[in-house]
């Protein structure tokens, strides 16, 4: 076991957990897109970034690929963490904006304005379809290709691969295209979500329709 | 070497060559990188076919020769041109002048950098560093160099090759 | 040819090709590296070997087609040995000449030697010419006296006596000990101590043994090739650094990753490879030693994210170049998981320079926290455009000035930058910075693989830091949200302030994105790309600003934002630049003043270049 204070409370974990696993069994919420606790940690989004205190220095690191050391010293919500995790939601929301689970997660964190050239990718390549087509089912048929900003998921030579098993774990695992905001129209890249500083005439009733925002709309991280 | 012109009418036989290189470097995926090498610099460029070829014998998932393939600037799924000009856009080369020198080539030529020429004749690359920055900015053409480039020596340097 | 299989045998065979040579023989020495190659030194180095068996000389005079020799602006470049003459500029013209004057001692050909542009004074000897004076060539100096493809010109220089002293009179650790005092950090950019790493590699536990050497020849750092050149001119003594590190951390397979665009590096490190196999200097049994390590050369694919250990190691797997978090360090899990120590080209070319004259010897050289030498490519707006390898410590004025020669045309020095793209611009006011790892690190930038580009008063730093990041932007893996959009966010930002959309908030903006992308990347490609804006906001914020608020370019460089005219003074009306137009864009009477339409003209400078009078202004 290896001991670990987390937001100021010290916890154990067993070696080889990672301080995301480690903060989740602490009931401590931090947000992630590329992690699926059934699927290996990939580390792409950065939105679970925690700071990692060594000393007197401290840096950024995402928790979902952290392994636990003894005497770490995390903060999951300081005015650093909080600050770059906007800024990466923010350029996600310019690159895949059609997307209800990345418009909660704004709102939730008080984003309101999207300051880049928005250019819808589709996608957030978080490779969760990736790893669920190569780890879950064991077909491996899809896969990035190219890099930078052509990177995207696609099938050699855009046919069916022959280890397709229709088995639409891909579509189903995807947090953005499963969830097509219904918010209508965005505004500069932003929806405003569920947290709208304005009433929201289609929900006359609050049930809490996104994970990351509580009933009636409380802020859940 | 094969003519890039022939892409259609290559039949499965030419790809004894790919069962060449795999055996050259062994049917393993470390040596992936090396193969697909070797295969386009003998076809100027990675043919479907060729690519299903390596991916049975390395026994890998097409996408992951893809992938591969797909990732590194070496390779091109497209038949490149008869001569391939490459404009160096070093730093040195950058700092003195070479964007003007690779506008000028792509006006010349009609195309961007990555694209080739309608008729095959020619394609068009930028490479980062040549390690030659005295001679800045550098065109290569077919490995010849045309040092000291300027925007208004490009007609001349191409013109020997049109 | 057969296996040594003793230190003594090593020493016989050595004694054997010395006596062989006479250090009075006449030899010519022509430079065949890259840069002089693009001035068409083969065709040189052709005419002398046909020159000198016309001149029935073959046994007289002896020709060497070495690696380069450094100065690469004044190329082709001919040594004459023994008394090392040094000329520049050589044609097949003068051929005749310099084969005649070799054998006879006291002949100079004075038109070929350097002549200094502010004293005038001509230097003969390679030691007399400025641009070598202030260097410290340890490792870089015997690229001009062996044929790359000799490893008998390699042991005529006391090659592999290093290898043999470790073999047979060291212990690993104590060959890690050696490598800890002489205070020897990584080359390629990390800067991270060597021996350090070398120990945590040796005490990493792997359950078969298994334990990797490998060689970062991936230089992806545009305008950087030193390490070409030392692959290219001196495979043997990488070869040789790297196995003394084997032996020291325990490793039999080595791997040496070398960059796609550098063809004759893998030829020459073939061949080298080759010959290091036969004489049983690499291989199963080395010099009967019992150790056994043997090199394989794996080759890039064109990607610049390869450079990092991570990124390579993936490549070497056979997959795409994807970094990894190094919460693990690659000593400890590396290559298919075992442990590797990577070390860039120079580093282990250090290595038999180290263990042959000690490390008492090599620390004294250097500052206190940067031991030893380091081979600098001097590139840009620079007079002696070339490869340097100087003392650790030696300020930038010195290497600019006394060096490079000072900026040409008589124009101002403005910044120079280090590091590559991970670095950053360093300007004027520091010019008297000793170049040292931890000093350039503290003013912004860092010491990188060696790229030193200078930039004179017509380099606009807005466009520079464009440069940069659009070079990140086309080479990120793309897996990480930071460095694949946010880079791609910053070029958008960038490119709008060239092309005068810049607006005020602009600026801090990209001070805010540059932040976050440098803490929250998975890897360094990410972590420094944005070195150089932040580098050059923090320097010249002033040209930023001039962009944004005055919709104008300092230095004249940014298309959008710069008119191109005709001196009424100057103009003769040639007509020359009106030919020249793609866009027809000039018009003028013959004889009479021409005019630029500026609703037409695309900035392309055409105009500029052909002008022989000088009239075209930009403003």
Known sequence: MVELTIDGIKTRAPEGTTVLEAAQEMGIIIPTLCYHSGLSPYGACRVCIVEVVKGNRSSLEASCTLPVESGQVIMTNSERVTKARKLIVELLLASCPNSKTLQDMAANMGINKVRFKIKDRGCILCGLCVRYCKEQMKSGGIGFIGRGTSRRVATAFEMTPEECRNCGGCEWICPVCERACTAGNLIDGLCGGCQNLEPVETCPVCTGCSESVGPQGHKVY | MESAINHNNQTKSDYQKVRAIVRKYGANRDSLVSILQDMQSEYRYLPEDALIMVAKELNLQLIQVYGVATFFKAFSLKPRGEHVVHVCLGTACHVRGALAVLDEVKRRLGIEAGETTEDMRFSLETVNCLGACALGPILVVDGEYHGQMSPGKVKKALRKYK | ?619
């Open chain 3, 1 to 619: 040819m057969r296996k040594l299989s003793s230190a003594v045998e090593l020493e016989q065979w050595r004694d054997q090709i010395l006596s062989q040579r006479r250090a009075e023989k006449p030899c010519i020495s022509i430079c065949g590296g890259t840069g002089c190659h693009a001035y068409r030194s083969e065709d040189v180095a052709d005419a002398l070997a046909e020159e000198i068996e016309r001149q029935g000389l073959n046994g007289e005079v002896e020709l060497k087609v070495t690696g380069c020799h450094g100065f690469c602006e004044r190329g082709p470049l001919v040594a004459v040995y023994p008394q090392k003459i040094f000329y520049q500029r050589v044609t097949r013209d003068d051929v005749p000449e310099i084969v005649a004057g070799a054998i006879m001692k006291r002949k100079i050909i004075n038109r070929l030697l350097y002549v200094d542009p502010v004293s005038g004074k001509k230097a003969k000897f390679e030691h007399e010419v400025p641009f070598y004076k202030k260097q410290q060539r340890l490792v870089f100096g015997n690229n001009g006296i062996i044929d790359p493809k000799s490893v008998e010109d390699y042991m005529a220089i006391a090659g592999y006596s290093a290898l043999s002293k470790v073999l047979f009179e060291m212990q690993p650790e104590g060959v890690i000990e050696e490598i800890r005092k002489s205070g020897l950090r990584g080359r390629g950019g990390g800067g991270f101590p060597t021996a350090g790493k070398w120990e945590e590699c040796r005490n990493a536990p792997s359950s078969d043994g298994i334990r990797y050497v490998i060689c970062n020849a991936d230089e992806g750092d545009p305008g950087a090739y030193m390490d070409r050149s030392l692959l290219e001119g001196n495979p043997h003594s990488v070869i040789e650094g790297m196995i003394i590190g084997a032996y020291a951390i325990g490793s039999h397979h080595g791997y040496v990753y070398v960059r796609h665009e550098y063809p004759l590096a893998v030829t020459n490190l073939s061949m080298a490879l080759e010959q290091a196999r036969a004489y049983g200097l690499l291989g199963e049994d080395i010099l009967g030693s019992g150790f056994g390590f043997d090199i394989k050369i794996s080759r890039g694919g064109g990607a610049f994210v390869c450079g990092e250990s991570t990124a390579l190691m993936a490549s070497l797997e056979g997959m795409i170049g994807e970094p990894r978090p190094k919460h693990i360090h690659t000593v400890v899990s590396g290559l298919n998981g075992k442990p590797s120590n990577l070390n860039n080209v120079e580093t282990w070319a250090n290595v038999p320079l180290i263990i042959n004259r000690g490390a008492d010897w090599y620390s004294q050289i250097g500052t206190e926290g940067s031991k030893g030498t380091k081979v600098f490519s001097l590139v840009g707006k620079i007079n002696n455009t070339g490869l340097v390898e100087v003392p650790m410590g030696i300020t930038l004025r010195e290497i600019i000035y006394d060096i490079g020669g000072g900026i040409p045309n008589g124009k101002k020095f403005k910044a120079v930058q280090t590091g590559g793209p991970s670095g950053g611009c360093i300007p004027e006011s520091l010019i008297d910075l000793p170049v040292d790892f931890d000093r350039l690190t503290e003013v912004g930038s860092m010491m990188g693989s060696g790229g030193m580009i200078v930039m004179d008063e017509d380099t606009c730093m807005v466009d520079i830091a464009r440069y940069f990041i659009k070079f990140l932007t086309e080479e990120s893996c793309g897996k990480c949200v930071p460095c694949r959009e946010g880079l791609d966010r910053m070029l958008d930002i960038l490119t709008d302030i060239t092309e005068g959309k810049g607006k005020e908030e602009d600026i801090e903006l990209l001070e805010e994105l540059g932040g976050v992308i440098k803490e929250t990347s998975l890897c360094a490609l990410g972590g420094t790309a944005p070195n150089p804006v932040l580098s050059t906001l923090r320097y010249f914020r002033d040209e930023y600003e001039a962009h944004v608020r005055e919709n104008r370019c300092p230095a004249g460089v940014c298309k959008a934002l710069i008119t191109f005219s005709i001196d009424e003074d100057k103009c003769t009306g040639c007509g020359v630049c009106a030919r020249e137009c793609p866009q027809g864009a000039i018009t003028g009477e013959k004889k009479k003043l021409h005019v630029i339409d500026q609703d037409r003209c695309i900035k392309c400078g055409l105009c500029r270049d052909n002008c022989k009078f000088e009239a075209i202004l930009v403003s």
